[in-house]
T-cell receptor, first 116, second 110 residues
Framework: GAVVSQHPSWVICKSGTSVKIECRSL??????MFWYRQFPKQSLMLMAT?????????EQGVEKDKFLINHASLTLSTLTVTSAHPEDSSFYIC????????????FGSGTRLTVV | RKEVEQDPGPFNVPEGATVAFNCTYS??????FFWYRQDCRKEPKLLMS???SGNEDGRFTAQLNRASQYISLLIRDSKLSDSATYLC???????????FGKGTMLLVSP
């Protein structure tokens, strides 16, 4: 149980274009999902908390107008990287939990974004 | 002080060795503790939760010392397949977010 599906697994896009990443909870409902970013040899850094039916909460330093988050249903959250630049190239991972965080979170398989 | 600090790596050990990872956390209000494993270019996967009484899962043993705000992971009889980065993860409870350490890389060689 507690499967989180993330799509696409990898994407290459040109500078200035937008990329949408989907995160789905397959066998549970998730009112809250989390989006992380991981640069090479770095730890996972939380970007934002996605809340179903309301605005996302962004971490300090993360531009909300650049990283658009939509959590329209209890099983789907999307992250759109707008006007992508090469420095946005990274590994983006979403996570969710079927219950309290005390039980840990399940991660999607991640999306490797390369902006050229 | 960083919220979650781990031993610097990489740890290079031969097969069959016992290896221990340490982790300290700064928020005394932390309630939940986990070890995650992350393979290269993959997502983290939960290895085990860490309980106050200590817990064991096969070759893996996790310990928690709340007074010292210290967590450990012991791997016995290392296998080649144990090679990965091990992430110490802390949560302050409820539906709050997880805080990750930078991870410690383990390389098990034949």
């Amino acid at each position: 149980g507690a499967v989180v599906s993330q799509h696409p697994s990898w994407v290459i896009c040109k500078s200035g274009t937008s990329v949408k990443i989907e995160c789905r909870s397959l066998d549970f409902q998730a009112t809250t999902m989390f989006w992380y970013r991981q640069f090479p040899k770095q730890s996972l850094m939380l970007m934002a908390t996605s809340n179903e039916g309301s605005k996302a909460t962004y971490e300090q330093g993360v531009e909300k107008d650049k990283f658009l988050i939509n959590h329209a249903s209890l099983t789907l959250s999307t992250l759109t990287v707008t006007s992508a630049h090469p420095e946005d190239s990274s590994f983006y991972i979403c996570s969710a939990s079927p219950g309290s965080a005390n039980y840990g979170y399940t991660f999607g398989s991640g999306t490797r974004l390369t902006v050229v | 002080r960083k919220e979650v600090e781990q031993d610097p790596g990489p740890f290079n050990v031969p097969e069959g060795a016992t290896v221990a990872f340490n982790c300290t956390y700064s928020n005394s209000a932390s309630q939940s503790f986990f070890w995650y494993r992350q393979d290269c270019r993959k997502e983290p996967k939960l290895l085990m939760s860490v309980y106050s009484s200590g817990n064991e899962d096969g070759r893996f043993t996790a310990q928690l010392n709340r007074a010292s705000q210290y967590i450990s992971l012991l791997i016995r009889d290392s296998k080649l397949s144990d090679s990965a980065t091990y992430l110490c993860v802390v949560n302050i409870g409820g539906y709050s977010t997880l805080t990750f350490g930078k991870g410690t890389m383990l390389l098990v060689s034949p």
